[in-house]
């Protein structure tokens, strides 16, 4: 039990003032917050950058940077006398490989990938000149909060950070709630490998985020934001911490907090964000309450992701309907990223619905015979070449037992084999589970020894039970990190059986 003049909402920053996860760390972070010690160490021990402070260089070993050879990059840096932590994914994989340095400043990687050029008919234009203007702020404010509330319901949107839920529901949830505190808390701790779209908007757009997430405050009645930013994105803080600057005198009276993440996939989980604002370990909670009735310090809260909230500005200026018909099978448009085997990875605009044909040559063309996609992220599992023609939509790739998920588009070639680029997603789930339900923490790993095993003997007969792990898993796990944990092993078998074949000597 904690004493009643605790302050849990300051234990992060005091480890990450006294050095990550040391004693003396632990210790002095205690005296200032009167947590108890062994809770903060708790908190330590849950994030990378806390508990591996003394890291020179961290080298992402996702699947795009594995591709273009972040082993290789890991190894030069460890002889060259680095001390390397090779990290999940650092959002850079149209970059790939690349390494941060000990002030988490992109130092190795390759040039940034591109985006759309500058089109006004687009929804977020990221080719575009950032326009600090607030215009839509200024219009939403002259129609009301109902009726910005029914321009997103004519406008169709979705949440763009995976789940696709329709974003005027959220807001009039929010809206609806008698309470005198209520936040908006943009989720930005965009970490879903093969994804890097937020990362563009924040350092391109990021008045268009600033101001949709300002809307979002008049709409639903709230006098304070938290934007929560992936601990490795340095510079894209530094835009936003610019942005806010310009933007002071368009925000009234909106009191607006910057929050760093520090290493921590599941944050990117909306329940998981709030515990870690809150300053605990970012574990998923159970659902009901749901954010908009119970949320940050227990109340209602509006979670929007970066790329929702950007689209929101112009559906204010232009129309629900204007936004709504630049959509295929779904409304409005989607920033795709896409990397792998392109030849210019990078973030396109497209309307939501194209294909995966069309995002290729958005991206200069493919490189070499494409056998393979991630549609949506590690969590989206692969699909065969065969649906390159198949919308990159919420229905229809949900048809195909995959999803758009954070639209991170992998394309592999074929001179890789599935069953090591499923391992490297395995890899990424056991090491990002947060090890709260016990189906994701025991699931993860067991699935991760299966492949081992397997491509060490090449006997299939290891394989045997991987469909049982992912029911059981899909089934029982708390978030969506433990339902869809086996997707890149189950889809890898089930659609490339030729690379999970006996591999056993003399067959």
Same mark, same amino acid.
């Given at each position: 039990?904690?004493?009643?003049?605790?302050?849990?909402?300051?234990?992060? #920053?005091?480890?990450?003032?006294?050095?990550?996860?040391?004693?003396?760390?632990?210790?002095?972070?205690?005296?200032?917050?009167?947590?108890?010690?062994?809770?903060?160490?708790?908190?330590?021990?849950?994030?990378?950058?806390?508990?591996?402070?003394?890291?020179?260089?961290?080298?992402?070993?996702?699947?795009?940077?594995?591709?273009?050879?972040?082993?290789?990059?890991?190894?030069?840096?460890?002889?060259?006398?680095?001390?390397?932590?090779?990290?999940?994914?650092?959002?850079?994989?149209? %970059?790939?490989?690349?390494?941060?340095?000990?002030?988490?400043?992109?130092?190795?990687?390759?040039? %940034?990938?591109?985006?759309?050029?500058?089109?006004?008919?687009?929804?977020?234009?990221?080719?575009?000149?950032?326009?600090?203007?607030?215009?839509?702020?200024?219009?939403?404010?002259?129609?009301?909060?109902?009726?910005?509330?029914?321009?997103?319901?004519?406008?169709?949107?979705?949440?763009?950070?995976?789940?696709?839920?329709?974003?005027?529901?959220?807001?009039?949830?929010?809206?609806?709630?008698?309470?005198?505190?209520?936040?908006?808390?943009?989720?930005?701790?965009?970490?879903?490998?093969?994804?890097?779209?937020?990362?563009?908007?924040?350092?391109?757009?990021?008045?268009?985020?600033?101001?949709?997430?300002?809307?979002?405050?008049?709409?639903?009645?709230?006098?304070?934001?938290?934007?929560?930013?992936?601990?490795?994105?340095?510079?894209?803080?530094?835009? &936003?911490?610019?942005?806010?600057?310009?933007?002071?005198?368009?925000?009234?009276?909106?009191?607006?907090?910057?929050?760093?993440?520090?290493?921590?996939?599941?944050?990117?989980?909306?329940?998981?964000?709030?515990?870690?604002?809150?300053?605990?370990?970012?574990?998923?909670?159970?659902?009901?309450?749901?954010?908009?009735?119970?949320?940050?310090?227990?109340?209602?809260?509006?979670?929007?992701?970066?790329?929702? &909230?950007?689209?929101?500005?112009?559906?204010?200026?232009?129309?629900?309907?204007?936004?709504?018909?630049?959509?295929?099978?779904?409304?409005?448009?989607?920033?795709?990223?896409?990397?792998?085997?392109?030849?210019?990875?990078?973030?396109?605009?497209?309307?939501?619905?194209?294909?995966?044909?069309?995002?290729?040559?958005?991206?200069?063309?493919?490189?070499?015979?494409?056998?393979?996609?991630?549609?949506?992220?590690?969590?989206?599992?692969?699909?065969?070449?065969?649906?390159? #023609?198949?919308?990159?939509?919420?229905?229809?790739?949900?048809?195909?037992?995959?999803?758009?998920?954070?639209?991170?588009?992998?394309?592999?070639?074929?001179?890789?084999?599935?069953?090591?680029?499923?391992?490297?997603?395995?890899?990424?789930?056991?090491?990002?589970?947060?090890?709260?339900?016990?189906?994701?923490?025991?699931?993860?790993? &067991?699935?991760?020894?299966?492949?081992?095993?397997?491509?060490?003997?090449?006997?299939?007969?290891?394989?045997?039970?991987?469909?049982?792990?992912?029911?059981?898993?899909?089934?029982?796990?708390?978030?969506?990190?433990?339902?869809?944990?086996?997707?890149?092993?189950?889809?890898?078998? %089930?659609?490339?059986?030729?690379?999970?074949?006996?591999?056993?000597?003399?067959?």
């Amino acid at each position: 039990m904690q004493p009643r003049d605790a302050d849990r909402s300051k234990v992060i #920053d005091a480890l990450e003032e006294h050095g990550g996860i040391g004693p003396d760390a632990v210790r002095k972070a205690h005296e200032e917050t009167r947590i108890p010690e062994a809770d903060i160490y708790g908190v330590a021990t849950f994030y990378t950058l806390l508990r591996n402070p003394d890291a020179t260089a961290r080298v992402c070993k996702g699947l795009p940077c594995k591709l273009k050879g972040s082993d290789a990059l890991a190894a030069r840096l460890q002889a060259e006398g680095h001390n390397v932590d090779e990290v999940s994914c650092l959002g850079q994989c149209d %970059r790939a490989p690349a390494a941060l340095d000990a002030s988490l400043e992109l130092t190795w990687c390759a040039p %940034r990938g591109s985006v759309t050029p500058d089109d006004d008919g687009l929804a977020i234009n990221l080719g575009g000149a950032d326009d600090a203007a607030y215009a839509a702020l200024a219009q939403a404010r002259a129609m009301g909060a109902s009726a910005v509330i029914d321009a997103l319901k004519a406008a169709g949107l979705q949440g763009r950070g995976g789940a696709g839920f329709p974003a005027h529901i959220k807001w009039r949830a929010v809206r609806g709630e008698d309470h005198e505190e209520k936040y908006v808390v943009v989720n930005a701790d965009e970490s879903e490998p093969a994804t890097f779209k937020d990362r563009e908007i924040m350092l391109r757009r990021p008045h268009r985020m600033l101001e949709g997430m300002a809307i979002a405050a008049f709409a639903t009645g709230c006098r304070v934001a938290y934007i929560y930013v992936r601990g490795e994105f340095a510079g894209e803080k530094r835009s &936003l911490d610019a942005a806010l600057v310009e933007a002071a005198g368009y925000l009234g009276d909106l009191e607006v907090r910057i929050v760093r993440g520090h290493g921590a996939y599941i944050c990117g989980e909306e329940t998981a964000l709030l515990e870690a604002i809150e300053g605990r370990r970012g574990m998923p909670r159970l659902k009901p309450p749901y954010p908009t009735q119970a949320g940050l310090f227990g109340k209602p809260t509006l979670v929007n992701n970066v790329e929702t &909230l950007a689209c929101v500005p112009n559906i204010i200026l232009r129309g629900g309907e204007w936004f709504r018909a630049l959509g295929r099978g779904e409304p409005g448009t989607k920033l795709y990223c896409i990397s792998g085997h392109v030849q210019q990875p990078g973030v396109y605009e497209l309307p939501l619905g194209a294909t995966l044909d069309e995002l290729v040559d958005a991206a200069g063309g493919p490189v070499g015979t494409l056998k393979a996609f991630s549609p949506g992220g590690a969590a989206s599992g692969f699909l065969p070449i065969v649906h390159r #023609d198949a919308p990159l939509d919420f229905r229809s790739l949900s048809a195909l037992g995959s999803m758009v998920g954070s639209s991170g588009v992998v394309v592999l070639n074929d001179t890789v084999d599935m069953a090591v680029a499923a391992r490297a997603q395995q890899v990424f789930f056991e090491e990002e589970s947060c090890g709260q339900c016990v189906p994701c923490r025991v699931g993860a790993r &067991l699935q991760r020894l299966t492949l081992d095993r397997y491509l060490k003997t090449g006997d299939r007969e290891h394989l045997a039970h991987a469909e049982d792990v992912h029911w059981e898993m899909e089934e029982g796990s708390i978030c969506g990190l433990g339902t869809t944990a086996s997707l890149p092993l189950v889809t890898a078998m %089930r659609h490339f059986p030729q690379d999970f074949r006996s591999r056993q000597e003399g067959e």
